[in-house]
């Protein structure tokens, strides 16, 4: 699209990703609308799940989740846009 009005290219983004995603934390199956960019952890907390913390810098892994199958650290992440729901799977990892 050579010449295309900014305005236009931003607002066709805001229709195929919108601001707000649905988030749903497995396997507590709990959902709670998210902002894009809002940190992964904020967003479980206000869902009422809990995810384990350590350094809070991404470093020791212990808020280590799945996010649509790829491990990210909880506290470092922020919510991706999407057009769909995205699932957040927990780990129990007992050495925690
Ligand atoms: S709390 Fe250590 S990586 Fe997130």
Request: hydrophobic share 40%; proline share 8%.
């Amino acid at each position: 699209m050579r010449n295309a009005d900014p305005i236009a290219l931003i607002a066709l983004h805001l229709l195929r990703f919108p601001m707000t995603v649905t988030l749903r934390f497995l396997p507590d199956d709990k959902t709670v609308q998210a902002e894009v960019g809002e940190p992964l952890l904020e967003a479980a907390k206000r869902a009422g799940v809990s995810i384990p913390t350590g350094c809070m810098q991404g470093s020791c892994h212990a808020c280590e989740v799945e996010l649509d199958g790829e491990e990210v650290c909880s506290c470092i992440t922020g919510v991706p846009p999407s057009d769909t729901e995205i699932k957040v799977e927990l780990y129990s990892d007992p050495t925690w």
